[in-house]
């Protein structure tokens, strides 16, 4: 028989086992935050909301933290700040991430490096839209046809956006570069004051999201003339892209999961399993496709590389512009 002693200090050692146990269990139970630097109800959002779903059984309560503003920055910054234990995580897009560093005078974070990333959730076309009308009076058909006009015509075009530095702009101003033309650049406060400009013939062409032009695509309103990734979208198979014509280019809206930096590479792992595991879920797709959205997973290397190389794309296309926000 053991000493009282003895028994005193097993007694204490299992009691002390079994607060640790409880605490790690505890811990394991607390809810993920996954912070939308966009407001509720948007595309970002709505696949934000599909996923927290998708990984509840393989991460627990996933709660998502809606933080707009600053074109998205408040949230990343929440993001980039927040505690490195896994229970923070957040979306990183194009805008955050690889515009508006280079776009906002002053940046509360460092895009380069203050996140850990996690995966790529999602690839969304951009696509060169023109009025139905005004493409069938110039007779322009195709990007060729627009090319050749411009350089027939210079001065005469002009391009809607959703506002200096939005992502409309950025490819408008691409696209004139690499096809050697000219063409007036009219900024909107927003996407959808852009398309109705668009609409109602003020504007010749614009550089929509996909997911916005594609109604009006298919009631015959809007004519699509190009997509603006590598590859055709599998939602407009037959429009070609830009890069058939102009070699190279290649820009759409992107988002994904990054974690704070710092945050240890076995926690970042977990979540990457589980998310790509979701992203890969043929009910992910199917939901996705309805927003036009293409699920794309990736290793957290894989999407660290390619934010980088966003980054210092877009340094060269925002210098370009002149765009600048204070």
Not at 244 to 269: C, H, N, Q, R, Y
Request: proline share 7%; glycine share 8%.
């Amino acid at each position: 028989m053991p000493s009282m002693k003895a028994r005193h200090f097993l007694l204490t050692l299992l009691s002390t086992a079994a607060l640790l146990a409880a605490g790690t269990a505890s811990a394991q139970q607390r809810p993920i935050r996954l912070i939308v630097p966009y407001a509720a109800g948007g595309p970002i959002d709505v696949t934000a909301r599909v996923l927290a779903e998708r990984v509840k059984d393989s991460l627990g309560t996933v709660i998502i933290d809606n933080k707009p503003g600053a074109g998205g920055n408040i949230g990343a910054d929440a993001v980039a700040k927040a505690a490195p234990d896994g229970l923070t995580i957040g979306i990183a897009a194009t805008a955050t991430n690889a515009v508006n560093p280079w776009l906002y005078a002053k940046m509360p974070f460092n895009a380069a490096t203050d996140f850990a990333p996690v995966t790529q959730m999602v690839r969304v076309p951009n696509v060169l839209v023109m009025n139905a009308d005004t493409a069938q009076r110039l007779k322009i058909n195709t990007l060729a046809d627009l090319i050749a006009y411009g350089k027939a015509n210079p001065g005469k075009l002009n391009y809607g956006s959703g506002g200096n530095g939005s992502a409309g702009h950025l490819a408008g101003e691409m696209f004139k570069k690499d096809a050697g033309i000219f063409a007036v650049h009219i900024p909107y406060n927003g996407g959808n004051p852009a398309q109705l400009a668009l609409l109602s013939g003020q504007v010749d062409f614009n550089f929509d999201n996909l997911a916005t032009a594609a109604p009006n695509i298919r009631s015959g309103k809007l004519k699509a003339i190009a997509v603006t990734t590598a590859q055709r979208s599998s939602a407009l198979p037959e429009v070609p892209t830009v890069a058939a014509t102009l070699k190279g280019f290649s820009i759409d809206t992107w988002w994904g999961l990054v974690a704070p930096a710092g945050t240890p590479p076995e926690v970042v792992a977990k979540l990457n399993h589980a998310f790509v595991a979701a992203l890969d879920s043929p009910d992910t797709k199917t939901r996705f496709a309805t927003l036009l959205a293409e699920p794309v997973a990736s290793t957290p290397d894989q999407f660290g590389a390619f934010m980088k190389s966003e980054l210092a794309k877009y340094e060269k296309v925002v210098k370009a512009t002149g765009a600048k926000v204070d």
